[in-house]
């Protein structure tokens, strides 16, 4: 269950870059104090963590889906179709959850980096995961 995890955890950022790369336009509006958190060690809120694992969890439905729309894609106008509303269906999970792409992506880095709570957040995926 914990390589499942992990590998999901690497799957779903291969995504993240993937949907962020085809929306620098989110990326580019995003304000200049959230993209400087990308910086260093932060700390954030049990409340940010848990509204990160939820986002994880709708992004990782997002990506199920839309893995399936674009491989049975015919021309690359219908994949990036299929990649804008992937992207919009996530900005929009990211926003009930009061995050934003750019916060969520520091939220990413730090977790990514930190072991300990690196854990703690796959043990909130699992618990969202189990809710849906």
């Not at 620098?24 to 260093?40: D, H, K, P, Y």
């Amino acid at each position: 269950m914990k390589n499942k995890m992990m590998n999901s955890v690497i799957f779903g950022m291969a995504l993240i870059v993937f949907l962020t790369s085809s929306v620098t336009v989110i990326w580019a509006q995003a304000n200049e104090s959230e993209r400087q958190s990308f910086g260093g060690p932060e700390k954030f809120s049990d409340k940010e963590l848990q509204a990160f694992a939820k986002s994880y969890v709708e992004l990782d439905k997002i990506r199920g889906v839309s893995e399936i729309q674009i491989s049975a894609a015919k021309t690359p106008q219908e994949k990036s179709r299929i990649e804008q509303e992937a992207v919009a269906k996530f900005s929009a999970a990211l926003e009930r959850e009061g995050l934003t792409m750019a916060r969520f992506g520091a939220l990413y880095q730090t977790i990514n980096g930190d072991d300990q709570l690196r854990e703690m957040v796959l043990k909130l995926i699992e618990i969202e995961q189990d809710k849906s």
